[in-house]
RNA sequence: AGGGCUAUAGCCAAGCGGUAAGGCAUCGGAUUUUGAUUCCGUGACCCGCAGGUUCGAAUCCUGCUAGCCCUGCCA
């Protein structure tokens, strides 16, 4: 990767650097630990970003490790999907790990635990355990299993392992301290029973540690040196201080926290997500209006710009909200001499030009990117008849607007000037149709200066045109709207379809191609539903415009 | 007397005792065969508030205030 990834600053980066400066560390090693119970969106994105150019800036290493400890909700498609994502945004893992693979390890330490009288089997129910942590305001208070014996726990948490109970019948407990302000140090509960048949492992165990016993070890196990986490994590620190040094793994990771990304216009929570998917809101978690990688990727946005936003948003500790309009920003910089620039009409209105020859088609020299020379030119079809964008004409315009309108003389990109002279329409009083007359003398190109006009417009010539499909996409999420249930702020019209048409030179554009098309935006060619007799273009950015009416 | 964390422009964010980077957005102006791009210009008499220490404070101390997180056998 050639970009620059280290001209930001941050807490976490200052706190890598006296690390390396002091000897606490001889080499970083990072971590980027999905659970596979969803698909990555752009917050996970920036967690990635953080992590994998952490370590490539300081030369360290990277696992990508899955957090596999709970069959329930875990699946092989998010696996696979996650890692599809990862490598997509253009990183490379050193190591690839699953929590799984650490049960057995897992379960020694458990034991090494008890054996400390450090962890006890609980017989109590969950509602119980739930009544005896006490609350915020009052300590808890100890179960009666708390003081078993370590023979007899040892032989409950076998039992436990062995499948002789239900689920829900006993955890397993780290006894810590019931009466700590922490609630997470009240004897939180560190094995689970679950029969259930897991993605990795299948039917070995049936019983799972919990994410803040399993998750230090993880990281002890592997060496990391600095896992970072979001904030809702704070709290759980301690403990994974408890668990790192009780279970004697001579490793000393330490999890440092940053404010996960919140965007306007959005929602990023998987919970969310998963429920627009089910509930078909949207189709599919790669829908091009979802936020998540799979989602942007097929609405059009490159990985480079992801890469970028997620480095200039920054990573500190306060909460935030970022605009949308950054990501945005960053697509069109990307994309500005990456994207051929061609013209396409989404909602066409005929242009009929009566003194140019009936029959005649000429050929027009047009650049590919005015802004990179290298993308070369191209030959577009110019004859009596081609299709304007209908809001490109205005029968009876304000003030200021120097598009087409009865008397008005506008520029067609790469072609002629021409002249409104008679509005068509149907019974109904709709324009159908505008006649025009050009101004041989006035081609693109020819250098022609007599006279100047305020408009330009793009076209598409009729006979060779070429139909096409355009998704214009909305916010899913409307931030202005009003409810309770962030269903009540999904926008009903987000994704708006569009038919018209592209320059006939378009037939070899292929799912995933993207294109500046003349004043609209950037597009992408949808690779899902383009088929062999029509183009679907995803808008992927408008362009920014200071027109307004 | 619950605990943890945060507070710098509309939105992100740097800053680490020496007199407020940068990006996004906004609004002007110039150039323009995209009302785009590009280019120039635009905003903190001040860093949540109030005191204090210091020659000097966004940075140190004290006290307030506001917001976020924590009572899953989720992660």
Redesign the pocket.
Same mark, same amino acid.
């Given at each position: 990767m050639s970009e620059n990834t280290s001209n930001?600053?941050?807490?976490i980066k200052?706190i890598v650097k006296e690390d390396l400066a002091n000897g606490t560390h001889k080499e970083i090693i990072t971590r980027f &630990?999905p =659970?596979p119970?969803g698909y990555l969106h752009i917050g996970h994105a920036k967690s990635i970003v953080l992590n994998f150019e952490l370590a490539a800036e300081f030369n360290g290493k990277i696992n990508l490790r899955f957090?596999d400890?709970?069959p @329930?909700?875990e699946d092989q498609e998010y696996v696979d999907a996650i890692k599809e994502d990862i490598s997509w945004l253009g990183y490379e893992w050193d190591n690839l790990h699953f929590a799984s693979n650490y049960f057995e390890e897992m379960y020694s330490r458990a034991i090494l635990l008890i054996k400390k009288r450090m962890a006890y089997v =609980?017989d @109590? /129910?969950?509602e119980e355990?739930?009544e005896y942590?006490? +609350? @915020?305001?009052e300590a808890g208070k100890e179960s009666d299993s708390r003081s078993r014996s370590v023979e007899e726990n040892l032989e409950l948490f076998e039992k436990m392992k062995n499948g002789d109970f239900a689920?829900? %019948?006993?955890?397993l407990r780290a006894k810590i301290d019931m009466a700590s302000?922490?609630?997470?140090l009240r004897d &939180?509960?560190i094995y689970?029973?679950?029969h259930t048949e897991h993605h990795n492992t299948g039917n070995t165990w049936c019983i799972? &540690?919990?994410? /803040?016993f399993?998750?230090p070890l993880e990281d002890a196990i592997e060496g990391v040196t600095h896992s970072l986490c979001t #904030? %809702?994590? !704070?709290?759980?620190?301690p403990l994974y201080d408890w668990v790192v040094e009780h279970s004697e793994i001579h490793a000393t990771p330490r999890q440092y !926290?940053f404010?996960r990304l919140?965007l306007?216009n959005t929602v990023l929570s998987k919970r969310k997500l998963k429920q627009l998917v089910d509930e078909n809101y949207v189709d599919g978690w790669d829908d091009p209006r979802m936020p998540t990688i799979s989602g942007l990727r097929r609405r059009g946005f490159t990985a480079e710009s992801i890469r970028t936003f997620a480095r =200039?948003?920054?990573?500190?500790?306060?909460? $935030? #909200?970022?605009?949308v309009?950054?990501l %945005?920003?960053?697509l *069109? =910089?990307d994309l500005?001499l990456k994207a051929p620039?061609t013209m396409a009409v989404l909602d066409p209105l005929k242009v009929v030009i009566t003194n140019y020859p009936e029959g005649e088609v000429e050929w027009l020299d047009a650049d590919n $990117?005015? %802004?990179n020379e290298e993308m070369g030119t191209r030959k577009i079809p110019f004859s009596r008849e081609i299709y304007i964008e209908k809001s490109d004409f205005m029968e009876d315009p304000p003030k200021?607007?120097?598009?087409l309108f009865p008397g008005n003389e506008v *520029? @067609?990109?790469?072609?002629y000037f021409i002249k409104c002279n008679e509005v068509i329409k149907d019974e109904d009083g709709n324009v159908v149709e505008i006649h025009c007359t050009y101004d041989p003398e006035t081609? +693109?190109? +020819?250098g022609?200066t007599g006279r100047?006009v305020?408009?330009?417009l793009?076209f598409v010539e009729a006979t060779q045109a070429k139909k096409a499909e355009y998704r214009l996409y909305h916010s899913l999420i409307e931030d202005e709207r009003e409810g309770d249930s962030f269903l009540d702020f999904v926008n009903p019209d987000s994704l708006e379809i569009t038919h018209g048409y592209v320059e006939a030179n378009m037939d070899d554009a292929k799912p995933q191609d993207k294109f500046?098309f003349? *004043?609209?935006g950037y597009f992408n060619v949808d690779s899902k539903h383009t088929t062999e007799d029509m183009l679907v273009f995803n808008r992927i950015v408008e #362009?920014? /415009?200071?027109?307004k009416l």
């Open positions: 930001t600053s941050n807490f200052h &630990p =659970e119970n957090d400890t709970n @329930l909700k =609980e @109590l /129910s969950q355990i739930r942590r006490g +609350s @915020l305001h689920n829900g %019948e006993k955890v302000p922490n609630i997470n &939180p509960v689970r029973i679950s799972y &540690p919990m994410y /803040s399993a998750h #904030l %809702e994590f !704070e709290d759980q620190r !926290e404010a919140n306007t =200039e948003i920054g990573v500190a500790k306060s909460d $935030n #909200l970022v605009d309009r950054m %945005e920003h960053f *069109r =910089e500005k620039r $990117n005015p %802004e200021k607007y120097f598009r *520029r @067609l990109k790469h072609a081609k +693109s190109g +020819s022609f100047k305020k408009g330009t793009h500046q003349f *004043r609209h #362009l920014k /415009s200071s027109f």
